[in-house]
């Protein structure tokens, strides 16, 4: 059988031509046959998306198309044979593998250009999360459990964002979920919304832009909106094996449905910044994924059009110029740097990797925050100075001038390589094991105040906050009692744990918990926990005007701290020659309103 070959879409603009694949139908080994014909977006009967993973590239499946031989991924094959009808019934679909020609770069461009509407136009996304498993089913099982469950609560005058097993209500319904048997079923579950799916880029506009939305796995399925009260009842219960960030993974997917269907348009750096720690098998397809969801006046800019010739370097690098001329601030120079693994070549230090995906939180604020709600004005109210120079140097100008320099730096927050922080039932709060090199950083036994006129330990436990706790002082300082005896349980137990086995380091940690906090009534609040979060991939620092800050990963001694005409925060910036190359940002106490600000001081300095 002759091998099927892709009639072409015409080239001019506005060409509105996508194809629909018609699944025939067929059961059980009988081959898969498809017929594939072009239609007009917005103007053909009523169709399905598929919504999966590709996963092997090289993992390929033959089927019929058109009575010739065409070959497609593994993964979409099984879907494919999930989806068609055993009976006469044909099936309408669209699925990128098939529909796009994906060895014709151009045309990949232009239908991603058009995905927008092939998706919205859609009668429903069919999302496949993987085949017949019995341990699936009874994941999806569950979670219409727990689903029927949430809808009894709400009728019951319940809410899901206050879902607490403090509330009698929820103890009544939900109580059953906390049972020895249940604890199959959860792992099943848990298991079920840990799937690959969850953390691809492309699916963020698939589930965001669907009319309405089916989660398959196995012979089970979900809609949408049930999986997501499932998940919100599992994480917010605690309950058996929930893992609080892979749902959050789930959670700005639903996020990005709901701000699409009410309206809400967010700015490319916010939409970047937002959904970066989401993967995508072609880097840039980190930008292209998402243009969909991006604010309408972008939607013209060239550069930002999905265009599969592009190089990764000189994407990124073009992105992040349209985000700065387009800016009012420069929030873009905020944007994590890299710190372990190797991105793209040639990326100069001011452009942002959007391959990394390692969570870290804008100071501040919690995670998964938009990078445009920073709430300081370390330069004032003054507006960005830039200059790209040549267009193949890389380089941007900024106007600015230094206002410090670092001379002590402490250990990095970094979660993935921190010791074991819970201890059956007792949880260190991930920054006391590190808290000890901090506070000697920040040299809390200086019995003179800091500069602004506060106390030492009041100006560490609000550079810990970034200031932007509520709460007051007297609790402020409190809260930081609490991370010092939580520091010194971890002292211990990361010492024990080299030489005891676990369960015995377990007995110890509750003992000692039991001892540090006995009667004292005192917790730590969920203004200041959530604060916390800027915190990851962070470090304490200290400088040779008498300073503490909460610096950026990369920054070492030695490094000069910039306030910078239309940035909202002090960057690090470290000298080469007579340049500098961006580290990142950082919360320096004292100076994040413009305390420090010199406008007469200013002057250009180019970032390469």
Known sequence: MESYCYVPFGTETGCRKFRVLTLLPGSGDQPLECILEHGNIGDSPPYETISYVWGDPRDKVDIICNSRTLSVNAALAEALRHFR?????????????????????????RQVRCMK????????????????????????????????????YISAGGSLENLTFNDSLARELFG???EPSELPRLAAFAKLVSRLWFTRVWVVQEVALATEATVFCGHSSIDWSELMAAITAQDYLELHLADHERNAYIFILERARREWSTGVRRSLLSVLFRYRILDATDPRDKIFGLNALIRSELEGVEALQPNYNVGITELYTTSAKEIIRRSQDLNLLSVPRR???????????????????????????????????????????SSPVIDFGDDSSGSLAIHGHCVDRIVAVGALLRLDKLPRSSYHGVRLPKCSLVLDDWSRVARLWRPEPYIPGESMREAFAQTLSCGSSHESTPTLLQQLDILERNAKMARWLVFLSKYLPSWVVDKVAYLAHAALFYR????????????????????????????IGLGCALAEVGDEIAVVKGAKVPLVLRPTQSKWTLQGDCYLRGVMQGEAYREDECSQMWII
């Open 520 to 547: 004292r009534g005192d917790k730590m609040t969920l203004d200041f926990r959530i604060h916390l979060s800027s915190l990851s991939d962070r470090r304490v620092f200290g400088t040779e005007k008498g300073y």
């Open 339 to 381: 710190i372990s693994g190797a991105g793209p070549g040639n990326l100069s230090s001011w452009v942002p990797d959007w391959t990394n995906t390692r969570l870290t939180a804008p100071l501040g604020l919690a995670n998964y925050s938009d990078i445009s709600e920073l709430a300081f004005a370390a330069a004032g109210s």
């Open 117 to 152: 509407d092939i998706y919205s136009k859609a009668s429903r996304v069919l999302i496949w999360l993987g085949g017949d498993q019995d341990e699936r089913d009874i994941g999806i099982a569950e979670a219409l459990h727990l689903a029927h469950t949430c809808r009894r």
């Open 176 to 178: 059953k979920f906390t």
């Open 85 to 109: 009808s055993p009976s006469e019934s044909r099936r309408s679909l669209w699925a990128d593998a098939i529909c796009i020609n994906q060895d014709d770069v151009e045309e990949r461009g």
